[in-house]
Structures are given as C-alpha cells and as structure tokens.
C-alpha cells in the first residue's frame, strides 16, 4: 500500500490524526522536499523533528528522486506500506497525480489522506474562497528568461472580478544552467521568491504590456507562513507592500478584485496603518 499523506502547513504537530496512525505502521516513510516545504526544511533539526514524532527514518525525496527514480518506492509499496509526505494537500496547490497513476499501473493500491492547503487557508485573510479565479504561479525572473503567461490569467481573473491567488516560486535543489552545460550537476543554493519581488516583476509586465490589468495602487495581500505561530498577513497597495518587510518564507500574494462588504471590513484588519497600530501596541 502507498500512503499519500498531507503534512498541513505549519510544522510537524499539523499532521491528522489518521495520517499519523498509517505512518506509524509504515516500513518506509518519504517526505516531498522540492514543492514546498515546512519547518524541517527551513531549519537544521527540522527532518530530526519528524523522525521524533513518527518513531523512524524519514528519506527525502527530491525532485529527481519523485519524477525519475520513484519506481524503486513504488516496488516497496507493491509488497509492504510506505508512506509518501507531502506539504500541504496531495491534491492542493501541487498535485501528485503522475505518482498515483504510476502507482496504480504497478497495481500498487492508493490511500490519501488529506489535510489543509494554501489553497484554502488563503481564507484567513478574508477573501471569500469561491470569489477567486484560476490560481497562477510566479517564477522568478532571470536575464534570458521572463515569461508572463500569468499575465492574461491575472487579467481574465479581474474582468470577471475575481480575486487572484500568486503561488510565489521555491527552487531547492535547482542545477545551475552552467553545471548542466558541463554535463555535471551543481545545485544551487535554495531561493524562496517574496512577496516584494513579485510584486516588482508583476509591474514589470504590466509595464511592458500596457493592458491595465493592475497597477501600484491595485489592492493586494501578502500573506507569509500561512498556517504558522508567526504567519503575518498585510493588505494595502502594490506600492505599499514593496516596502512591507515579510520575513521568512513560504510567501504568497492575492490580488483582489471585487469585494463584498464583509470581505472589505476583513481586509480592514490587516491593513498596512492597522498592522503598523498593532506592533506599537
């Protein structure tokens, strides 16, 4: 049996109940590192954390391991039960869906156990979950590369006044075009794009496009650590939250569109003056 389990979004303590008991009877437990990530990846004793709690090894599974090397997992679960740990939802934000056809294929039997993703605990700032349109993903800019196919999403988004959820990207354990060039991969150091270079590359494209999707007055909120002790939320402009400092990632972005009264007194709350009150308090 292959067990898919969600990890939630904070740190270890989130995982369900059920998601604990099926993997405390697994031979083997592997834990998605590249999609995202909690505590264990952002601090030294993280992955030891985990192996407390489950009372065994946890294998990373990074992005070469998952999309090239995970028959070997799935020949394990064809005759024992191995766990597979996800941040977030299986079927959240990044779904693991290729893994579980593969699996099936070996006629390796699937169970899933869910738990809370960005893509619903997005609602924390006050924005109404079924007042959103499709979510789009950030990448981080580089001189040759600078696509901006989330442009034209961002836009149908907001004629149909809908908000707009920014997945910011996390590249962990990305070879570097030179090392790739050699024939011989060296990893660069993990990057964790925030609230405030996205915003500078949102307006970048809409500068060069000059379609009036948004602009540095368009409302936003930034949200980081969702889910977290410390997640912070801020709403204001575009221009205003360039100058929020966010601290430590995960980060995520939403561009409102139209709001209901409750939503707008929601947003009241974390309004960049407000925020700024309560850290005088």
């Keep these: 049996m292959l067990y898919v389990i969600g990890l939630g979004l904070g740190d270890e303590k989130d995982i369900t109940l059920r998601g604990l008991e099926a993997i405390k009877k697994c031979t083997k437990v592997y834990i998605e590192a590249y999609t995202s990530l909690l505590s264990f990846g952002l601090v030294p004793d993280g992955l030891s954390t985990l192996e407390k709690l489950y009372g065994k090894p946890v294998i990373v599974a990074d992005r070469e391991f998952v999309e090239e090397k995970s028959d070997v997992m799935l020949l394990e679960a064809q005759s ?36 809370a993703s960005v893509m619903n605990a997005i609602g924390v700032c006050g924005l109404q979950l079924y007042r959103y349109g499709e979510t789009v993903s950030i990448p981080f800019f580089t ?53 405030n270079t996205a915003i500078e590359q949102l307006l970048e494209v809409e500068q060069n496009n000059q379609k009036s999707v948004y602009d540095e007055d368009t409302i936003c909120v930034g949200l980081a650590r969702i889910g977290s002790e410390d997640q912070m939320i801020v709403s204001g402009t575009m221009k205003e939250l360039l100058e929020v400092d966010f601290g430590s990632p995960l980060h995520c972005l939403v561009i409102v569109g139209e709001t209901h009264p409750l939503e707008e007194e929601m947003l009241e709350f974390y309004a960049l003056q407000k925020c700024k009150e309560n850290e005088g308090k």
Aim: proline share 6%.
């Design 80 to 115: 024992s039960d191995v766990a597979f740990l996800v941040v977030g939802d299986p079927f959240g934000a990044t779904t693991h869906s290729d893994l579980v056809v593969r699996a099936k294929k070996l006629g390796v039997n699937v169970k899933v156990v869910h738990n």
């Design 143 to 195: 001189e040759s590369w600078r696509p901006y196919s989330f442009y034209e999403k961002i836009q149908w988004n907001r004629t149909q006044g809908l908000h707009t959820l920014c997945l910011l990207d996390i590249r962990v354990k990305e070879p570097s075009l030179e090392s790739l060039c050699r024939g011989k991969k060296v990893y660069e150091p993990p990057r964790f794009m925030t609230i």
